[in-house]
């Protein structure tokens, strides 16, 4: 069974950005970011389908870009313009594989 693991999360000032990366033990498809913020349920980011297609929450679009290097088996989160309402662990599934999750926190 594939593996999943995310890093690249931290502590960053409103106005910043921070890249994200989920690491693939295998062969992945549909990749999809999720968060989840204290208190809160855990929501929709992006999705990177392996033929190229990308789909966003309405949240990030236009602040998030979401990539893949498929000889990698790597796919990426590169959140820019930052706000503090985006501060939650982040975290990489494909199919019913999830990740352990990536803290980031955007405070000043």
């Known amino acids: 069974q594939v593996q999943l693991a995310e890093s690249g999360g931290g502590l960053v000032q409103p106005g910043g950005s921070l890249r994200l990366t989920c690491a693939a033990s295998?062969?992945?498809?549909?990749v999809t970011w999720f968060r989840q913020a204290p208190g809160k349920e855990r929501e929709f980011v992006a999705t990177a389908y392996r033929g190229g297609y990308r789909t966003y929450a309405d949240s990030v679009k236009g602040r998030f870009l979401v990539s893949r290097d498929n000889t990698q088996n790597t796919v990426y989160l590169q959140m820019n313009s930052l706000k503090p309402e985006d501060t939650a662990v982040y975290y990489c599934?494909?199919?019913?594989?999830w990740g352990q999750g990536t803290q980031v926190t955007v405070s000043s």
């Open positions: 295998g062969r992945v498809e549909t």
């Open positions: 599934n494909t199919d019913d594989i």
